[in-house]
């Protein structure tokens, strides 16, 4: 049985809500099979609709009663909501519903995690909670009373009243229902306090179960540097009297911005130096700012509908980026959030998944949660602020505060602020927004009479439903380097608006080394013929740490490729060109480490596609291995004294130049074990005090003799640490050799701690395997079902972590016939499951095409 087509969504066929809102109150009765939630909803026809159809969204509910002024009415209720005969003037709608939190598996509405209740309203939960008008632009004031016997009970905004076993809440900012949340649990809290620039003061908590307290240190001083900066970066100060961030273990996604109440995945807020890695301290940094900030970029403006989700989005990830350059290394920060665009954005805008940044249509808006509306949105921005300038971009966005809190608003009323305030026409520049997939932008050049000309073509391949492309406005930012290694040239930005352009620099005693698109100032794909000489010259002497990061990794990745191609073996110009910067002390050890990383395997395989090859999962493996162990060999001299070099005296910090120096000494053991059979990752794994040495050295080891020592070490110091256990079932998974990863995985999914409802856990595990390209690509296609099947398992508890791991499945049309045909068989098979949900069938339809 294959499922029908579900019903689709037009950003064209936008229309008002017919009525507006003056007031929200809810009563919450909790229960965890029987929860009692009571509304109370003052309603008056909206001036700006013609339409008086009173539509609520409900989904999941059991009705109990239903009021108009008081008078109990039979509404006509379905699957999806309630419709009413309503009178032509204000009217107060109140509403009983019942409600099972704990059989909640989807982890949308109210649900329970841990014995604690907690809501994810985000898209569109609010409605599985009870019967409203669920969507963005249906802004209200919301008073919430919570009566249960935990004691914590915690909703938005303001606390009014708290007694024995109940407690009241009063939002004074009109919200959308998706900002909503409640919480009521055992939990202890970590507290502390904020004063606002103007001198009001802020209460802070961050709430965890009880032995979770001594993580929250981290979480809070993240938190308060991120108030400090979007005051002085942006000039936002917060707006209520109290600030709550609570810890969940089932959660979908990363973080929910719900005002004043923020939900976290606890792996995203809680860390203590034994428990969480360096990346982690970083990570959660992050959003626990881009969380913060959506209070004014989402909260107090918030999006007129789900198609405009990028103006919140794109905007935050670009707000918590500037953040995170701002408290750690820029240099470092934009590399590492290129190699994330390149391989999750890049990946899907060149595959069946790919679509603009502002969607036309949807099925499901929780699958447009995607990295092209979050990371190309945010690169939007950046483009935007480099092409008006750091001054006007700053007046634009006080104009955007100004012209829009309060209110629901557009993509075209972002760009129109940035018109207003700079007097330019960004309708081309709109394009970003509206037009699918990566540009190619091809390079060549011409130097005569001290004239060196530059000649761009953007081209951008077809997408789904896209087969034409305009020319964008690209920035282009561009340097010059004379033969001996100085800067002719400093930064200037080009502006192509046009499909072809050339740019000329005139002046030049000699035919310059350009540096082109430094800090990656758009998301397109350079071509440009060039030889590994001058690459080796760009990493050695580029001024912009981003080319010359680049410069190497465009090395490292001709030579992977010409060893697959052409079977060469690795040569001498990428490892001199490495080792000089690998010996350079004089670098930040962060981006030493980061030149070091080899490219990934996936970012192989789409080069080799590109390029019209067909990708060997397992020979691109091996070719990876034989790079690092050339790597190892050519710098084995000083391997040991940088390991040495890189030791830090004295107590844990998760600080960046720590950071950085436990990078680089990463890096340094994962290639000095391969040359001393582990020993030097044994030592550092039995003296490691902290998560990131103790993973580091597991992982060196799990390559050489399958760590088996370690693992069952590390399982038996951590078993009762959810968070580290995640990283014990990832590890295994995500190394296994290519050979032994399905069967590893497949023990993994029948180990006791294996619990497959929590996302978390179960994204640990296969999202490991599905990342271990050759393990996953096995030629025999077990692991496309053992994926499958897991999926096929998962979709019937929680659609929206299904829908979101079957993105494994879309680069198929990559590989070879063989393997194309297995994926597709899996994809069939997920297809005609019973009862697919609308996530999973809407996301496996587009994936096969
Ligand atoms: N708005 C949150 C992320 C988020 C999105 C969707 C969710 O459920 C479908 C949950 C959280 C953020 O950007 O952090
Ligand atoms: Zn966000």
Known sequence: MTNEAPQKIYLAEYKPFPFLIDGVELNFDLAPRATRVKSKINFRPNPDSDSREFFLHGENLKLISAKIDGKEISPEVTDLGLTADVPNAPFVFEAEVEISPETNTALEGLYMSGGMYCTQCEAEGFRKITYYPDRPDVMATFKVRIQGSESVLLSNGNPVEQGEGFAEWHDPWPKPAYLFALVAGNLVAHPDSFTTKSGKEVELNIYVRPGDEGKCAFGMEALKRSMTWDEEVYGREYDLDIFNIVAVDDFNMGAMENKGLNIFNSSCVLASPETATDANFERIEGIIAHEYFHNWTGNRITCRDWFQLCLKEGLTVFRDQQF?????????????????????????????????????????????????????????????????????YKRALSLYFERHDGEAATIEDWLKVFEDTTGRDLSQFALWYSQAGTPRLKVSEAFEDGTYILTFKQETPPTPGQSEKDPRVIPIAVGLLNPNGDEVRETCVLEMTEEEQSFRFSGLAAKPIPSILREFSAPVILERETTNAERAFLLAHDTDPFNKWEAGRALAKDTITRMLTEDRTVGSDLLDAISKVR???????????????????????????????????????????????????????????IYADMHIDGPYSPDAEPAGKRALQGAVLSLLSRLDGGNQARAQFAAADNMTQQLQALACLLRIDRGREQLAAFEEQWKDDRLVMDKWFNLQTALAAPEAAVQTTEALTKHAAFDWKNPNRFRATLGGLTGNMAGFHSPDGSGYRLVADWLIKLDAANPQTTARMSTCFDSWRRYDADRQALIKAELTRILETPKLSRDTTEMVTRILG
């Not at 010996?583 to 030493?592: E, G, I, M, N, Y």
């Not at 060997?616 to 034989?626: K, N």
Request: without cysteine; hydrophobic residues 40%.
């Open 583 to 641: 010996r350079d002390d004089s670098l930040d050890p962060a981006f030493r480490a980061l030149v070091l990383a080899l490219p990934s395997a996936d970012d192989i395989a789409q080069t080799l596609f590109d390029a019209g090859h067909t990708p060997d999962p397992s020979r691109i493996h091996t070719a990876l291995e034989t790079v690092a162990l050339s790597y190892a060999t050519h710098l084995q001299d000083v391997l040991p004294k």
């Open 324 to 392: 995170t350059s701002d408290m750690r290394s820029r240099a470092v920060k934009r590399i590492d959030d290129v190699i994330t665009l390149r391989a999750r954005q890049f990946r899907e805008d060149n595959g069946p998944l790919a679509h603009p940044v502002r969607p036309e249509s949807f099925v499901e808006i929780n699958n447009f949660y995607t990295a092209t509306v979050y990371d190309k949105g945010a690169e939007i921005i950046g483009m935007l602020k480099r092409l008006v300038g750091d001054e006007n």
